[in-house]
């Protein structure tokens, strides 16, 4: 009786590496299904069943190799994880333990090496540890170091908002407490949470304005704040709860909105442009 093949899923935007590593694989013995993108390799997972996942760091998006383990985990959780990368760093390793991928190996890749990888660790039956899934509003809270300091960089780099002069307690002011009363906008669910429990946005509109601020720039630092959080949430979708994943991302649009829209109002009462409107 011949014996099955281990079975490959390789996810990789590069044309060149698609048509010459798949035939390498194959004559190595392992049968190879080919993604270009995201979407084909998604469509994959959820209809076939695969060994071992290989996918590059950055198909079409920075980073978008991790969604792709992140979907295989949940669906096949015992398939083996490898990421490909053309930017060895130790950051990519850190995010690689983080995402609990099997191994990361670096282009251009070593044939010997990467064969002699998939068959140690298709040997090796994966020990399925179950997912710690967490709401959005825990990982707000449980990143909130992570969302402020890279906030503070995007903002920095943003020549409109770098124009006015601020230190980074200033800059900060209270955007640690906006985030926090973001996270339970979320956890109130379809409760509209009222004005004066946004105390953190209300000072926030107050000192913008005796800082000197515009409400262009205050539009800004919220678009900012909703890039950056989107952003950390994708780094750590493995530990999102898909159950209520989307209608907490809706709840946190909502709640940001709502969180600004409390922070111009109150800039526009400190400027006395609120009391004759």
């Given at each position: 009786m011949q014996e099955r093949k281990t079975r490959i899923l390789f996810a990789d935007d590069e044309p060149g590496i698609r048509m010459t590593l798949p035939l390498i694989l194959e004559q190595e013995g392992f049968e190879v299904s080919v993604a270009a993108t995201v979407a084909e390799a998604l469509a994959y997972i959820n209809r076939d069943s695969f060994d071992?996942?290989?996918?590059?760091?950055?198909?079409?998006e920075k980073g978008d190799g991790f969604t792709l383990i992140s979907a295989m985990r949940r669906v096949q959780p015992s398939a083996v994880t490898l990421i490909l990368?053309?930017?060895?760093?130790?950051?990519?390793?850190l995010e690689a333990i983080r995402n609990q991928v099997d191994d990361y190996l670096t282009k251009p890749t070593n044939v010997k090496q990467l064969v002699e990888t998939i068959k140690e660790k298709s040997?090796?039956?994966r020990h399925v540890i179950p997912l710690q899934v967490k709401r959005v509003s825990t990982i707000l809270r449980e990143s909130i170091d992570e969302i402020?300091?890279?906030?503070l960089r995007e903002t920095s780099?943003?020549?409109?908002?770098?124009?006015?002069?601020?230190?980074?307690?200033?800059?900060?002011?209270h955007i640690r407490l906006i985030i926090e009363e973001l996270a339970k906008r979320i956890e109130a669910g379809p409760n509209v949470i009222a004005d004066n429990a946004k105390k953190g946005a209300t000072r926030h509109g107050q000192?913008?304005?005796?800082?000197?601020?515009?409400?262009?720039?205050?539009?800004?630092?919220?678009?900012?704040?909703?890039?950056?959080?989107?952003?950390?949430?994708?780094?750590?979708?493995?530990?999102?709860?898909?159950?209520?994943?989307?209608?907490?991302?809706?709840?946190?649009?909502?709640?940001?909105?709502?969180?600004?829209?409390?922070?111009?109002?109150?800039?526009?009462?400190?400027?006395?442009?609120?009391k004759t409107a």
């Open positions: 071992v996942l290989l996918a590059d760091l950055n198909i079409g990368t053309g930017y060895p760093d130790f950051a990519t390793a040997k090796q039956p402020t300091d890279e906030w780099q943003n020549t409109m908002l770098s124009s006015v002069s601020l230190s980074q307690k200033e800059r900060l002011d000192e913008r304005y005796e800082q000197g601020y515009t409400v262009r720039r205050i539009a800004i630092e919220a678009r900012l704040l909703h890039v950056v959080i989107s952003r950390v949430l994708h780094k750590h979708l493995l530990a999102v709860d898909m159950s209520t994943c989307i209608s907490d991302m809706m709840l946190m649009g909502e709640g940001l909105h709502e969180e600004f829209e409390e922070s111009i109002r109150a800039f526009e009462e400190q400027s006395g442009y609120g």
